[in-house]
Nanobody
């Protein structure tokens, strides 16, 4: 069973930076894609970024391109999301997710990111 544990959330001023981490453990041999999603109050969960667990081209939603960077430290089994130039619209609970098939079936508990203006 794959286990995902996020950390690094908090309060940040608009224009600032924050780095989220996701520790990946258990059954990682079945994982081939990792991603970050987010859910703002009153809104549906949305895709933020993804990356192949074994390395490769990352993908981003348009609104975070050029500001966020997804990366993974394979040896440390950790996924990161570097968030720069944050905006109030980035305020949300951020979730780490993993999949070994067509859908993301493993999820973390989430970490709150709040951007103050």
């Amino acid at each position: 069973q794959v286990r995902l544990v996020e950390s690094g959330g908090g309060l940040v001023q608009a224009g600032g930076s924050l780095r989220l981490s996701c520790a990946v453990s258990g059954g990682t041999e079945s994982v081939y894609f990792l991603a970050w999603f987010r859910q703002a109050p009153g809104k549906e969960r949305e895709f933020v970024a993804s990356i192949p667990w074994g390395g490769g081209t990352p993908y981003y939603r348009d609104s975070v391109k050029g500001r966020f960077t997804i990366s993974r430290a394979f040896a440390e089994s950790t996924l990161y999301l570097q968030m720069n130039k944050v905006e109030s619209e980035d305020t949300a609970v951020y979730y780490c997710a993993a999949k070994g098939g067509p859908v993301y079936s493993y999820w973390g508990q989430g970490t709150q990111v709040t951007v103050s203006s």
